[in-house]
């Protein structure tokens, strides 16, 4: 059967800061990939030109896109202007947040961010009890003062967050109804973050509310375009729909990183591997985590200083990738990134313009990218270019032009090795018990220096890494998760209790995924609960099954070195996630484009196509396998083997 013959049955979209990867997955497996520049000032006119270059552009297949555009909004703080309703006398918490002091010996501590200036944090004459008991009803009065108050006021979006909300939300929906007759988006805090802790809550739904008008805005444009077929992946692993994205917004935080992370975890689970490491490195940040089985789901995170009750997987992003600048610093020493060259210009080599020096320059001049080019010979690279950014870097350096290439190398090698052992740490592992899954466009290019600096001996280079990310979008299952905070006391639960306590949770869940898949679609639902001992100010999530509290236990112990097995403990906070069948992706055929020759020499270092080699066939560094999205360098003091199922596994100390 002719590719263009067959029916198509998903679209995977990542929008990267220098690249946008597309995967359109066949009824019989992975059809076709591309990669096009991305356009940063309107992303989504990369994502149409990719679309119409594939010839899929009118198709009806479901999109699935990882978007980076709430991200960026909110770590460059570009969001819409709100407003914060809060029950009279607390309209400071954001201000006065928490007494953690991250910075103790700092002279110039970072300034916590006001997302809201106080002319715009409004206090509302209510107020609910930690039971959900009404101690101060809420008054027509207070309401049309309110209203009256946001009218002057004019934002583009209102966030709400009434004390114990969680408990009781009956104010907070009062107060939503009449902001909505009157045109506003409006996030109330039971909504999207149903959970105690009032600075965390209110922190979350503020961030959903700034981020309303530049997800609205982008998300509008797409669909005028794409329509209903559009879903967007959510920052837990799992898309949503458009509508549920532009209504909470913040849910897309992360939400590029999750698609790469989830294809891994398929790759190790077909490959039984349950101890991976995951590395997905970019044109402009890099994406780390562990796969234990699978990808751990936390239940808060943070970003830029901002916590967040938004449940995530757990991906550490830092600011190194292919389009990292290199800098010399004050104090004369070499510094490589966050700041990024991005698209446009992006690196020297890339002929657009660009004259400062970046990672990716770097490994050009040190003849660890394909002579012919990047994208299979598509797009060239400037060596000169490359040479003169680097070279006048170097000059301020003192240092020739091979040093300067080995010393930003290393430099990115040093920041990805500290970011590693701090997640491997956190865990209580070891890095050298894991073996190292690269991907991205630029992972492969530095596996063997991560590998050799971790004391890992194993790498793994799936196919197509430069557009797995892509690809695990493609094959996601469509997600909805909901928590609420209980505060139940007790030596134990049975299960009639915890299936009470979360089965209206699950009902919206199933509701909602049935109205978007269809009545018949293939639901899972999966429970969980956070336990802690009375007096403690954290918790532990658990499965909520009929031995709950004695997980807790177990868990508390390997963790925290003892358990309180006779104390009574809290259920603070339920959770429920109801998400729907994978795409299948494993073992299906795969069409490429065509490879090149099938080796040549190049200096010190033979470049050969990936397509070229043979299952089971062995390589000695130094070596380039090249391919369409990405390219592998073997260096010297590793081997290769290609595997029965196509990916490359690299080995550390193999024979000479």
């Known amino acids: 059967m002719k590719p263009a013959e067959e029916r198509i049955v998903r679209i995977g979209i990542d929008t990267g800061g220098t690249f946008t990867d597309l995967v359109a997955l066949g009824s019989s497996g992975l059809l076709r990939v591309l990669k096009v520049r991305s356009t940063p000032e309107d992303p989504s006119r990369a994502v149409l030109e990719g679309l119409r270059r594939l010839g899929l552009l009118r198709s009806s297949a479901p999109i699935v896109h990882g978007t980076t555009v709430a991200t960026n909004a909110f770590l460059q703080r570009r969001g819409g202007r709100a407003a914060l309703v809060t029950t009279a006398g607390f309209e400071d918490v954001l201000v006065l947040g928490r007494q953690a002091r991250p910075c103790l010996y700092s002279l110039d501590p970072p300034e916590r961010v006001e997302w809201i200036p106080s002319r715009l944090r409004l206090g509302l004459q209510e107020r609910i009890g930690p039971s959900g008991e009404a101690l101060v009803p809420l008054r027509r009065v207070a309401l049309r003062r309110l209203l009256k108050r946001l009218e002057a006021a004019r934002p583009d979006a209102v966030a709400v967050c009434l004390l114990h ?5 009956a104010h907070e929906r009062r107060v939503g109804a009449a902001l909505r007759r ?3 988006h409006v996030s109330l805090s039971h909504r999207v973050a149903g959970e105690f802790r009032e600075f965390e809550r209110t922190s979350t739904t503020v961030a959903n509310a700034v981020l309303a008008r530049p997800v609205e805005g982008y998300l509008a444009a797409l669909q005028l375009r794409l329509g209903r077929r559009l879903r967007i992946m959510g920052s837990s692993g799992g898309w949503m729909t458009a509508g549920r994205a532009r209504e909470m917004p913040v849910r ?9 992370a989830l294809a891994a975890a398929r790759i190790a689970g077909r490959l039984r591997a349950p101890r991976l490491i995951t590395l997905d490195m970019g044109g402009t940040s890099t994406d780390v985590a562990l796969c234990l089985g699978e990808v751990p789901r936390v239940p808060r995170t943070s970003l830029s200083g901002s916590p967040l009750l938004l449940p995530t997987l757990d991906i550490r992003s830092l600011g190194a990738g292919g389009g990292s600048i290199a800098r010399r610093d004050a104090g004369g020493g070499l510094r490589v990134g966050p700041e990024s060259a991005g698209a446009d210009p992006g690196p020297a080599c890339y002929g657009r313009g660009g004259r400062e020096p970046t990672l990716t320059d770097a490994l050009l001049l040190l003849g660890r990218l ?3 080019g990047l994208l299979g010979g ?6 000169d270019a490359a040479a003169g950014a680097v070279g ?7 240092l020739g032009v091979d040093q300067t290439a080995r010393g930003i190398v290393g430099l990115v090698e040093t920041h990805l090795e500290n ?8 865990r209580g592992q070891s890095a050298a018990a894991f073996q190292l899954l690269v991907f991205g466009g630029a992972g492969g290019l530095l596996a063997c220096g991560v590998a050799e600096r971790l004391g890992i001996t194993r790498i793994l280079v799936p196919a197509d890494p430069g557009t797995l990310s892509a690809l695990g979008l493609a094959a996601s299952p469509a997600a909805w998760e909901g928590s609420r905070t209980l505060l139940a006391a007790g030596r134990s639960f049975t299960r009639d209790q915890i299936r009470r306590w979360s089965d209206p949770l699950v009902r919206e869940g199933v509701r909602t995924l049935r109205r978007e898949q269809g009545q018949n679609a293939t639901i899972e639902i999966v429970r969980e609960i956070d336990f802690r001992y009375r007096g403690q100010s954290h918790e532990i999530t658990v499965p909520a099954a009929s031995d709950a509290v004695e997980r807790f ?9 003892y358990a309180r097995t006779g104390e009574w403990v809290e259920l603070v906070t339920m959770r429920v996630r109801v998400q729907g069948r994978q795409v299948g992706i494993e073992g299906t055929p795969v069409r490429r484009r065509s490879g090149g020759t099938r080796a040549f020499q190049r200096g010190a270092v033979r470049e050969i196509a990936r397509e070229a080699l043979r299952a089971g066939e062995r390589l000695q560094g130094p070596v380039l396998i090249t391919e369409y999205s990405a390219t592998t360098y073997l260096a010297r003091g590793f081997h290769l083997v290609r595997s029965t199922g196509g990916e490359l596994v690299l080995t550390r100390g193999g024979r000479r």
């Open 378 to 383: 598509t797009m060239p690279l400037d060596h």
């Open 370 to 372: 394909p002579k012919a």
């Open 419 to 426: 970011a590693i052992r701090a997640l491997v740490a956190e």
């Open 553 to 561: 236990h177990r868990e508390h112990r390997r963790r925290f070195g």
């Open 392 to 398: 006048r870097l170097g000059r301020s350096l003192r």
């Open 252 to 260: 897309t935080l992360l939400s590029g990183p999750a698609g790469g």
């Open 182 to 184: 009157r045109g506003w």
């Open 165 to 169: 909300a969680y408990a009781n939300p």
